[in-house]
């Protein structure tokens, strides 16, 4: 008999379809979002899940679907994961990481870029029918080339988004990560590691690439933004929660930095009100990843991985390799 696995949330029907070749697929391509109590009834009798960003994976859960083996996320973020829980349960996490790296930087930087040039207050504007005339001071916002580009968090996206950086508009590239690239690495990003600190004071255009953990959790707050330029640009793509939006919002109004690009939020689907109040914001609604062939890829790799663990039992890319000896291996 096939193993059962939960689809949490509609993807594309191709990859439904190879699923279906190895599993009794329940699917969601309604696309309900279920209270935590409707995910673990849902989950009964599972075996595999295919979940997104969206679904938490709670030591509750665990504890109410003993069946579970796998979750497979089609994100390469995984703090909706309780890990420890995970392993100690059994199950296996996985997540889809490289497919999106180059999609994810791409947008990085196309937020950047957009933050900086006032791409969206000056369209706002032009909606409005406001444009009457040319003025020399018309949305003059931060120069990209040439600049210092920050990143903080130097994973595969961060490094992607240095090198668009460096190669293509000849910035200054710093960079902070709890520890070096090595010499190969960094010379090919035309990266430097510098202190935290330096990171904050010296950035022309800082990016948020960091994974979400708790010890994350406001990485920048009201101290940080304090320390950087009044004319700086921040940008976050890593994950709600690393920023103090609140605080965010406070210094964008009080012109503690220029303005800031927005892809995750605290909260989201919520977006903290005082950033809709705010102009000097880009905001869009967690896309970083969102290409047609990207998500394609992410759904294929979170399927492969299900096939890979259930029915040949080893998974493509595990997050937690120290299960019990017992069910590291489902075979
Ligand atoms: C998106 O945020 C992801 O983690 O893939």
Redesign the pocket.
């Known amino acids: 008999m096939k193993p059962s696995i939960l689809v949490a949330r509609a993807v594309f029907p191709e990859v439904l379809d190879k699923l279906a070749q190895h599993f009794q697929v329940t699917s969601n391509q309604n696309d309900e979002l279920w209270m935590p109590a409707q995910l673990i009834e849902k989950m009964q009798g599972m075996q595999g899940a295919f979940t997104t960003?969206s679904e938490r994976i709670s030591a509750e859960l665990l504890a109410a679907c003993p069946d579970l083996k796998i979750c497979a996320n089609m994100?390469?973020?995984f703090n909706n994961f309780d890990l420890d829980a995970m392993s100690a349960a059994g199950v296996l996490g996985t997540n889809?990481p490289d497919v999106?790296t180059d999609t994810t930087a791409d947008f990085g930087f196309a937020l950047l870029l957009a933050t900086a040039r006032r791409l969206s207050e000056s369209e706002h504007f032009l909606r409005a029918g406001h444009w009457s005339r040319w003025r020399y001071d018309m949305f003059a916002g931060a120069e990209v080339h040439g600049s210092t580009l920050g990143i903080l968090g130097m994973g595969r996206i961060g490094q992607g988004i240095a090198k668009r950086g460096a190669h293509g508009f000849g910035m200054n590239v710093i960079y902070h990560n709890r520890s070096h690239l090595d010499a190969a690495t960094e010379a090919a990003c035309r990266a430097r590691w510098v202190s935290k600190s330096e990171l904050l004071a010296s950035s022309d255009h800082l990016v948020l690439v960091l994974p979400y953990s708790a010890q994350a959790h406001h990485t920048i707050g009201v101290a940080e933004l304090a320390q950087m330029k009044c004319t700086a640009t921040l940008v976050n793509i890593a994950r709600g929660g690393i920023v103090d939006d609140a605080a965010l919002a406070a210094a964008l109004r009080q012109g503690v930095i220029a303005a800031a690009g927005l892809d995750v939020f605290e909260g989201e689907p919520a977006v903290h009100p005082d950033l809709l109040t705010v102009s000097n914001v880009v905001l869009t609604p967690?896309i970083?990843?969102a290409t047609q062939s990207t998500r394609r890829a992410?759904a294929q790799l979170a399927a492969d991985n299900l096939i890979a663990y259930l029915v040949h039992g080893k998974a493509l890319t595990p997050l937690n390799c120290k299960l019990p000896a017992t069910t590291a291996s489902i075979k």
């Open positions: 960003g994100a390469v973020g889809s999106l967690h970083a990843s992410m």
